[in-house]
């Protein structure tokens, strides 16, 4: 059985999450709590798994994975059934840059810990942390649009059906909406976006149908 350590709000997380859901892989969802009481990313148990004291982590048969993509990648190449990257070098090659743009360009210079720093230990008023976060998700959201202007780009990311791509779109625009970000400017990736989220697996995936999720 596999083992995922999430947090509902994490974007890493939801990713996978969105894998294990469209490679329709059961697991056993262990919250890890970010935020409040201290964060239990920080207990010796936890840090122990993963010493970044990040989510996720997937255990699988005590194996134990971290970081998105190379989970993400893991379980496409461990779990055959509805693959996630297409077989075509280039076109793997091709998915693999709109995932990075997100997940290595995107997501760190605007996830959790970073804005709760520029808060806490730089005392960074929220109309700065505001713009920072507009900036980059601007700069970033600018990029993925016009790679996504290909014949390659169907209804989803690449071609029809959901993969790699947009396991990392996905949580990258509902990460920007609940900052108030409007996504129409970038229209193919909330085409993408919208269509994604009428698919069961992204539902199941949603940050509000996760366990820890706080009403």
């Known amino acids: 059985m596999l083992t995922l350590y999430s947090y509902f709000r994490s974007s890493a997380a939801y990713r996978v999450r969105i894998a294990l859901a469209l490679k329709n892989l059961p697991f ?13 990313q920080h207990t010796p148990a936890y840090h122990a798994l993963n010493p970044q004291n990040l989510v996720p982590t997937l255990i699988d048969d005590g194996a134990v994975l971290t970081q998105s993509l190379a989970i993400i990648e893991y379980l496409d190449e461990a779990y055959g059934a509805a693959p996630l990257l297409p077989k075509n070098p280039l076109a793997r090659a091709r998915v ?38 507009s900036h980059w998700i601007t700069i970033g959201f600018d990029a993925l649009e016009a790679r996504l202007q290909s014949p390659e780009t169907g209804r989803c990311s690449h071609g029809d059906a959901p993969g790699l791509a947009d396991c990392c779109l996905i949580p990258q625009v509902h990460n920007a909406r609940s900052h108030s970000i409007d996504v129409s400017p970038w229209p193919t990736i909330a085409r993408i976006a919208e269509y994604c989220n009428t698919l069961p697996a992204f539902q199941a995936a949603h940050p509000d149908a996760q366990p820890d999720a706080i009403a």
């Open 28 to 40: 056993d969802l262990i919250p890890v709590e970010l935020v409040r009481h201290g964060g239990e």
């Open 96 to 133: 693999r840059s709109l995932a990075q743009l997100v997940a290595c360009d995107i997501h760190p210079l605007d996830n959790l810990r970073v804005l709760r720093w520029l808060a806490h230990e730089m005392q960074v008023e929220k109309p700065i942390r505001d713009a920072w976060y």
